[in-house]
């Protein structure tokens, strides 16, 4: 009899522990453990400070990405590639005690460089957020905390966006409101019943070719870091012009949606 309750408590135990894990590992999408990085804020408790960047988005508050924004060192943010991703975000330790039992989802819209100030963003994980999402995890007093940090989906609503802009033997896209994996790695545009012409990367999320499209309707083909490629055509009429945004498919971790569809 003993035994048999001492077998049956410790198959609880074990229960206990593998369930523990297991939301452990639910935290973060498919199981993947969070990370470890520190987090620091800047652009004022109105983040107005962080209204551009090195990701090439020129009025972020009017974005759907609002405040919930970080710049993100080097290490993450990979020469730009990593514009537009999402990241969950949670305080795991502060010398002042100065962690929220929250946790929240930032998009990255900027570069922390090396040398900033207190050496946070120098070769290490880092992320720089806005104040009003900063907030949301650690109280501002605490100044820089310690954070576990996971790549999740993005949530948008809408399509993606495109600003065009440029010149007729310059154009450049601006791409924002991505879904899915919400960085982009790959685009390619074309011109009326065209070819579809592949843009290079000027820096952060804007495109550009040489090509002249002026008088053609424009469509684009996106393609982000998880390999899916989401076609929007006819984004914009023939009549279209320089400084204009238009709103492309809607881009999920699996699908792309409103006329457009998915390669590979």
């Known amino acids: 009899m003993a035994a048999g309750l001492a077998a049956g408590g410790r198959m609880a135990q074990l229960w206990i522990v593998g369930l523990l894990m297991m939301l452990q590992a639910l935290w973060s999408p ?24 090195a990701c090439g988005y020129s009025n972020v508050l009017s974005t759907p990405f609002g405040t919930m924004t970080a710049a993100l060192s080097s290490p993450l943010f990979n020469e730009g590639l990593s ?32 040398g900033s100030e207190g050496g946070w963003c120098d070769g290490k994980p880092h992320f720089d957020m806005s104040q009003p999402a900063f907030s949301q995890i650690a109280k501002p007093v605490a100044g820089v905390v310690e954070v576990e940090y996971t790549k999740v989906p993005c949530p948008r609503k809408g399509g993606m966006q495109f600003t065009v802009m440029g010149h007729t033997y310059f ?13 982009v790695t790959a685009v390619k545009v074309r011109g009326g019943n065209g070819e579809w012409i592949a843009m290079t990367r000027s820096w952060g999320q804007l ?39 238009f ?4 881009l999920s971790l699996h699908r792309c949606l409103s006329g457009g569809h998915v390669e590979n």
């Open 247 to 250: 709103e492309g498919s809607h």
């Open 207 to 245: 495109w550009q070719t040489g090509k002249v499209l002026d008088g053609q309707a424009l469509s684009f083909q996106v393609t982000t870091s998880n390999g899916k490629t989401c076609v929007s055509n006819y984004v914009a009429g023939s009549h279209w012009k320089y400084g204009q945004t």
């Open 30 to 53: 498919m199981g993947v453990a969070a990370l470890p990085a520190h987090a620091t804020f800047y652009g004022g408790s109105d983040a107005s400070g962080t209204n551009n960047g």
């Open 83 to 114: 514009c537009g991703s999402c990241y969950k975000v949670r305080c795991s330790g502060s010398s002042t005690g100065g962690c929220i039992d929250n946790e929240i989802m930032v998009t990255a819209t900027n570069l922390c460089p090396h």
């Open 171 to 183: 154009l450049q896209v601006l791409i924002f409101n991505v879904g899915g994996s919400g960085d």
